[in-house]
């Protein structure tokens, strides 16, 4: 069965530095979707990118944040200058949301 | 804004006792409602998606439903594998999720 895939399983991270999330989408799927879930908290929705452009973002989606697809197959979350908040687990979903990935746990200290 | 909520937070089932969880949803333009199994540490794994009211889907002990206001996850003979954060996710272009309901199933 396809997969998403995302690396790395756990990020440790120091305030203010810059951390880069890495997805492999299912290969013919077009809309890639990055979300994250605080502790305890809900899924929330990030960004979401078709044809190499962002195609519609939320409110938490600042410029503290960027997606790329640097190639033909991954797919990734760049966080600027991270904060203390930012820690959450990121997903990459694949096509809609019927395929998410295992997650990053990005935790800033 | 689209709201979703779940209910109840938390369930705890004695295995083999059937029950439902529920999803009450505010939307402009359903275009799909989505249930999910997660495991705590790990990604929403997709279980039914379902577009129109009446509709039903049905995987394994799992049975959900929609009406124009709300979906029902039925969930029948329950077993300890069952256990796990159910949630619910409505598609209007993104996906906007409940805050889930944690299941238990004791044996």
């Known amino acids: 069965e396809p997969e998403v895939t995302q690396t790395p399983s756990h990020q440790v991270t120091q305030m203010g530095q810059e951390v880069i999330l890495r997805c492999v989408p299912i290969?013919?799927?077009?809309?890639f979707y990055w979300y994250r879930q605080i502790l305890g908290q809900k899924v929330e929705f990030l960004v979401s990118?078709?044809?190499?452009?962002?195609?519609?973002k939320s409110e938490i989606f600042d410029d503290q944040f960027s997606v790329e697809r640097p190639d033909g197959s991954n797919f990734t979350l760049k966080i600027r200058s991270t904060k203390l908040e930012d820690s959450a687990m990121y997903f990459c979903?694949?096509?809609?949301?019927?395929?998410f990935g295992s997650g990053t746990r990005l935790t800033v200290v | 804004e689209d709201q979703v909520t779940q209910s109840p937070e938390a369930l705890r089932l004695q295995e083999g006792e059937s029950s439902s969880l529920n999803c009450s949803y505010t939307?402009?333009?359903?275009?799909?409602l989505f249930w999910y199994r997660q495991d705590p540490g790990k990604g929403p794994e997709f279980l039914f998606t379902?577009?129109?009211a009446g509709e039903e889907k049905e995987k394994e002990r799992l049975k959900a439903t929609l009406t124009k206001k709300e979906s029902f996850l039925h969930i029948t003979a329950p077993k300890p594998e069952d256990s796990a954060t159910y949630l619910c996710?409505?598609?209007?272009?993104?996906?906007?999720f409940g805050q889930g309901t944690i299941l238990t199933v004791h044996p």
């Open positions: 379902l577009y129109s």
């Open positions: 979903a694949s096509s809609v949301g019927y395929t």
């Open positions: 996710a409505v598609r209007e272009g993104k996906l906007t």
């Open positions: 290969s013919n799927h077009l809309y």
């Open positions: 990118f078709y044809n190499n452009e962002i195609s519609e």
């Open positions: 939307v402009s333009g359903l275009r799909g």
